[in-house]
């Protein structure tokens, strides 16, 4: 069926050091994709969006890569801040006119000083 | 103003309460949403409104009925919930126009069923 996942639950990395969290999807028909994170006890905040026609995508310190021959989404944090650690999501909008986002697993950015 | 608003931020009822969730934006999106959150679990689709028409419904158990009363607000009622109903509850916005588009999100409710 539909889905979206993630290798890595857990993700440890050294303050300053960059951070790659991957994600996998399943429907070739997506049409557009969501980075987001949360904090615990809070709501996801948007990172980045990436849309199917374009492969690189970057913000201020994260990029996402979209590579859709095998379904791989990926976000790079670059020098890794302590405020960084959190849940992060991906999510696929199935397209249709609506905004259909389904979330994949989540992956947890410890970020050690 | 970006803000999604939802009330109240915490909320504890028995299964045979009859209770019901808000959420309020005034950033002129046309599009709102549910959204259920166990912990540890990535959000999970109950419902999407768009232009104040419901146009999906995961497949929700009747006991949650949404309202979208008008488009800023969005409510869901709950009544004869379960145990496993207890979940972070999060109303989400969006500008969509037929065109995928960033959800706004609340920062959720979070709903216990004893």
């Known amino acids: 069926g539909e889905s979206v996942g993630l290798h890595l639950p857990t993700l440890s990395v050294q303050e300053g050091d960059n951070s790659i969290i991957n994600c996998a999807y399943s429907?070739?028909?997506?049409?557009?994709f969501i980075w987001y994170k949360q904090e615990s006890g809070k709501g996801p905040q948007f990172i980045i969006d990436i849309r199917s026609n374009m492969d690189k995508r970057q913000g201020q310190r994260v990029t996402v890569l979209l590579n859709k021959t095998v379904k791989h989404l990926s976000l790079q944090i670059a020098a890794t801040q302590p405020g960084d650690s959190a849940v992060y999501f991906c999510?696929?909008?199935?397209?249709?006119?609506?905004?259909?986002?389904?979330f994949g697993a989540g992956t947890r950015l410890a970020v050690h000083p | 103003d970006t803000e999604v608003t939802q009330t109240p931020k915490h909320l504890v009822m028995g299964m045979t309460n009859k209770k019901s969730l808000k959420c309020e934006q005034h950033m002129g999106h046309r599009a709102m949403y549910w959204y259920k959150q166990k912990a540890k679990k990535p959000p999970e689709l109950m419902f999407v409104y768009s232009y104040e028409k419901l146009s999906i419904n995961e497949s929700v158990p009747s006991r949650f009925s949404p309202e979208c009363p008008n488009s800023s607000l969005l409510n869901l009622h709950l009544h004869a919930l379960q145990p496993e109903d207890s979940a972070l509850y999060l109303c989400?916005?969006?500008?969509?126009?037929?065109?995928?588009?960033?959800?706004?999100f609340g920062e959720g409710s979070r709903l216990t069923v004893l």
């Open positions: 429907n070739s028909a997506s049409d557009y």
């Open positions: 999510a696929e909008n199935i397209s249709g006119g609506y905004n259909k986002l389904i």
């Open positions: 989400a916005s969006s500008n969509s126009g037929g065109v995928a588009g960033e959800l706004f």
